[in-house]
């Protein structure tokens, strides 16, 4: 095999709970809460009915849990659904660095591998852990490229479901391999109108994973070279090597601490316009507007900048990646939630007035801080003559402006109302803080039953 699977491999197969702090077990405690907390906020979109459908027609001998059912599936499938159920609403946590992408796609893997052989909370908590740490050193590495991030998670969620599976390290590196070499995904996924996959791609990368998984602890060994051999992943997809050195552990710290979690039910570029819109929503009468002006980074600006599609949407999918969309609503409504991406209220056509007042520019100043901060300065003049200004580089949710235990509490509540009942928030919430006590995940899947 060759030196990145061994790396992979060797840490995957090494790293225990003992290797965690205190401080890295309890942001993957808020990173489940908050990942839960989008699954059944989920629950009911059309995406997840369709896994659901799927995943409840497979019977298995190895069967793994549906969340909000009482239903059971194959490890994989129950992986899957679970993890349309979490991306739908696109709320769930971010990692920005050249790749970037939503490591909290992963956590499904290892909730379902977990729930079927009752694997208990600390060793749910070191998968995750794994998993985040594949995923987010990897991604440091790689420019923004064709792939889409699927190809981070399908190799993070194959080592987290391999550890709870206790795959030894020629196994593990297969499992990897298996994850790796038929499973990389396209970023047409994102690009453009935005179709039902947006939300599934990176479900699909989890099914792999586990899949790959499996495959490697019945004896399938894939490909030797997988990353630096000849028609490898680097040089397929980069014409270069890359070199993962450092994982957490000791005195390097485990990069699940550097996850962003979202505020608001859309893309994380989305974020800090829509917290500035709603900022300027009760200074600012939208009749009155003559001009909107929105500088950002680079990424930010380059979908609306280039994509006609992001300035008259027509799916929530597209919608929830469209900065122009969202500032409008931000302004006119002062609140974005899930309801704001209704069929009827993603084409209400009061809304295009004010798009068309608008306009977004790349400022090259907050390029060069991005990933570090997320700049964003919107600029509104009105008929009347009067100018309102609203910036910043964090948006709430932000490692650097990060939600209180609280807040995360607070937002479970909110996505999963009305499908759970409060007594039933209290008990989940109740069971994940104190998640490394937990026996199995058994009590957290019935109470969650819709």
Same mark, same amino acid.
């Given at each position: 095999?060759?030196?990145?699977?061994?790396?992979?491999?060797?840490?995957?197969?090494?790293?225990?709970?003992?290797?965690?702090?205190?401080?890295?077990?309890?942001?993957?405690? =808020?990173?489940?809460?908050?990942?839960?907390?989008?699954?059944?906020?989920?629950?009911?979109?059309?995406?997840?009915?369709?896994?659901?459908?799927?995943?409840?027609?497979?019977?298995?001998?190895?069967?793994?849990?549906?969340?909000?059912?009482?239903?059971?599936?194959?490890?994989?499938?129950?992986?899957?659904?679970?993890?349309?159920?979490?991306?739908?609403?696109?709320?769930?946590?971010? /990692?920005?660095?050249?790749?970037?992408?939503?490591?909290?796609?992963?956590?499904?893997?290892?909730?379902?591998?977990?729930?079927?052989?009752?694997?208990?909370?600390?060793?749910?908590?070191?998968?995750?852990?794994?998993?985040?740490?594949?995923?987010?050193?990897?991604?440091?590495?790689?420019?923004?490229? +064709?792939?889409?991030? +699927?190809?981070?998670?399908?190799?993070?969620?194959?080592?987290?479901?391999?550890?709870?599976?206790?795959?030894?390290?020629?196994?593990?590196?297969?499992?990897?391999?298996?994850?790796?070499?038929?499973?990389?995904?396209?970023?047409?996924?994102?690009?453009?109108?935005?179709?039902?996959?947006?939300?599934?791609?990176?479900?699909?990368?989890?099914?792999?994973?586990?899949?790959?998984?499996?495959?490697?602890? $019945?004896?399938?060994?894939?490909?030797?070279?997988?990353?630096?051999?000849?028609? +490898?992943?680097?040089?397929?997809?980069?014409? =270069?090597?890359?070199?993962?050195?450092?994982?957490?552990?000791?005195?390097?710290?485990?990069?699940?601490?550097?996850?962003?979690?979202?505020?608001?039910?859309?893309?994380?570029?989305?974020?800090?316009?829509?917290?500035?819109?709603?900022?300027?929503?009760?200074?600012?009468?939208?009749?009155?507007?003559?001009?909107?002006?929105?500088?950002?980074?680079?990424?930010?600006?380059?979908?609306?900048?280039? $994509?006609?599609?992001?300035?008259?949407?027509?799916? =929530?999918?597209?919608?929830?990646?469209?900065?122009?969309?969202?500032?409008?609503?931000?302004?006119?409504? +002062?609140?974005?939630?899930?309801?704001?991406?209704?069929?009827?209220?993603?084409?209400?056509?009061?809304?295009?007035?004010?798009?068309?007042?608008?306009?977004?520019?790349?400022?090259?100043?907050?390029?060069?801080? /991005?990933?570090?901060?997320?700049?964003?300065?919107? $600029?509104?003049?009105?008929?009347?003559?009067?100018? /309102?200004?609203?910036?910043?580089?964090?948006?709430?949710?932000?490692?650097?402006?990060?939600?209180?235990?609280?807040?995360?509490?607070?937002?479970? =509540?909110?996505?999963?109302?009305?499908?759970?009942?409060? $007594?039933?928030?209290?008990?989940?919430?109740?069971?994940?803080?104190?998640?490394?006590?937990?026996?199995?995940?058994?009590?957290?899947?019935?109470?969650?039953?819709?």
């Amino acid at each position: 095999m060759d030196r990145t699977s061994q790396l992979l491999s060797s840490y995957a197969c090494r790293l225990s709970y003992e290797d965690l702090s205190p401080a890295t077990v309890h942001q993957i405690k =808020r990173t489940v809460v908050d990942t839960f907390g989008c699954a059944i906020g989920g629950y009911l979109s059309e995406p997840a009915k369709i896994a659901r459908r799927l995943a409840a027609g497979v019977n298995s001998v190895a069967p793994s849990r549906i969340i909000g059912t009482g239903d059971y599936s194959s490890m994989d499938l129950a992986g899957f659904a679970n993890g349309v159920m979490v991306r739908y609403l696109d709320c769930n946590d971010s /990692y920005f660095s050249p790749g970037g992408g939503h490591p909290s796609d992963m956590i499904p893997a290892a909730l379902a591998v977990g729930d079927t052989l009752s694997t208990d909370g600390p060793s749910l908590i070191t998968a995750i852990a794994l998993a985040y740490e594949v995923f987010c050193r990897i991604s440091d590495e790689v420019p923004e490229s +064709g792939w889409d991030q +699927g190809i981070f998670s399908v190799i993070g969620a194959a080592c987290a479901a391999g550890k709870l599976m206790d795959l030894d390290e020629e196994q593990m590196t297969h499992a990897i391999s298996l994850a790796a070499v038929p499973n990389i995904p396209l970023r047409v996924t994102r690009m453009g109108e935005l179709s039902m996959w947006k939300g599934c791609a990176a479900a699909s990368a989890t099914r792999a994973g586990i899949f790959a998984a499996q495959l490697a602890a $019945e004896g399938m060994n894939g490909p030797f070279e997988p990353f630096e051999g000849r028609k +490898g992943l680097w040089e397929s997809a980069l014409g =270069r090597d890359i070199q993962l050195e450092k994982m957490g552990g000791g005195d390097e710290p485990f990069l699940i601490t550097q996850n962003t979690f979202k505020f608001y039910p859309s893309q994380i570029h989305t974020q800090n316009p829509i917290g500035l819109a709603i900022e300027l929503h009760s200074q600012v009468d939208v009749a009155d507007i003559e001009s909107i002006h929105i500088k950002s980074y680079q990424s930010a600006v380059s979908s609306a900048s280039t $994509e006609p599609e992001k300035w008259d949407p027509k799916t =929530r999918e597209t919608a929830d990646h469209s900065i122009p969309f969202l500032v409008a609503v931000g302004l006119r409504d +002062g609140a974005v939630t899930p309801a704001t991406f209704a069929a009827d209220r993603i084409a209400d056509p009061s809304l295009r007035p004010i798009l068309a007042r608008m306009t977004i520019e790349e400022d090259p100043a907050f390029t060069e801080k /991005y990933p570090s901060e997320y700049n964003c300065r919107i $600029e509104v003049k009105t008929k009347s003559g009067a100018g /309102y200004v609203a910036s910043g580089p964090y948006p709430k949710g932000h490692r650097n402006n990060p939600l209180s235990d609280a807040e995360v509490s607070e937002k479970f =509540r909110r996505l999963a109302t009305p499908m759970l009942s409060d $007594e039933q928030c209290d008990e989940v919430l109740g069971l994940l803080w104190n998640l490394e006590q937990q026996p199995d995940m058994d009590d957290v899947f019935d109470a969650l039953v819709v």
